[in-house]
C-alpha cells in the first residue's frame, strides 16, 4: 500500500532553516508528481510546491517563492523541502502527498488546489523567537 512518511520538522528561530523529507513506498515514486501542502493553525490546506515526475519541472506558491526548494531523489524514494529564511507564518503542519498522474495537476480557484491521492501524516513547523 502507499505510505508517506515526513520528517525533518521542528521549532526554529525566525531567519531559520529546515529540511523536510518524504520517504514514499508502495508506488514508483520516480513516475509521479509530488508536492508540499501546509496547514496553518487554524485555516485550511495551502499548497507550497509540487515537483513533477522524474526530473521535471517545480513550483511554488508565491509565499515561498525565493525561500524554498523542492527537490526529489527517485533512487531513494524520497522527496525534500528544503527551507531558508523562515517566517513566523511559515508556521504549520507540512503534508507530503502525491498526485496522480505524472504532473501535478492545479487549478486556480480562489487559491491555487491541486489533484492528490494519497498524504503523509505530517509534521510540525514552527518558526517562533
Known amino acids: 500500500q502507499v505510505q508517506l512518511v515526513e520528517s525533518g520538522g521542528g521549532l526554529v528561530q525566525p531567519g531559520g532553516s529546515l529540511r523536510l523529507s518524504c520517504v514514499a513506498s508502495?508506488?514508483?515514486?520516480?513516475?509521479?508528481?509530488m508536492s508540499w501542502v501546509r496547514q496553518a493553525p487554524g485555516k485550511g490546506l495551502e499548497w507550497v510546491s509540487s515537483?513533477?515526475?522524474?526530473?521535471?519541472?517545480?513550483t511554488y506558491a508565491d509565499s515561498v517563492k525565493g525561500r524554498f526548494t523542492i527537490s526529489r531523489d527517485n533512487a531513494k524514494n524520497t522527496l525534500y523541502l528544503e527551507m531558508n529564511n523562515l517566517k513566523p507564518e511559515d508556521t504549520a503542519v507540512y503534508y507530503c502527498?502525491?498526485?496522480?498522474?505524472?504532473?501535478?495537476?492545479?487549478?486556480?480557484?480562489?487559491?491555487?488546489?491541486?489533484?492528490?491521492?494519497?498524504w503523509g501524516q505530517g509534521t510540525q513547523v514552527t518558526v517562533s523567537s
Open positions: 515537483a513533477n515526475s522524474g526530473i521535471g519541472s517545480t
Open positions: 508502495g508506488f514508483t515514486f520516480s513516475t509521479y508528481g
Open positions: 502527498a502525491k498526485a496522480p498522474t505524472a504532473q501535478v495537476m492545479c487549478v486556480v480557484f480562489g487559491k491555487i488546489m491541486c489533484q492528490h491521492d494519497y
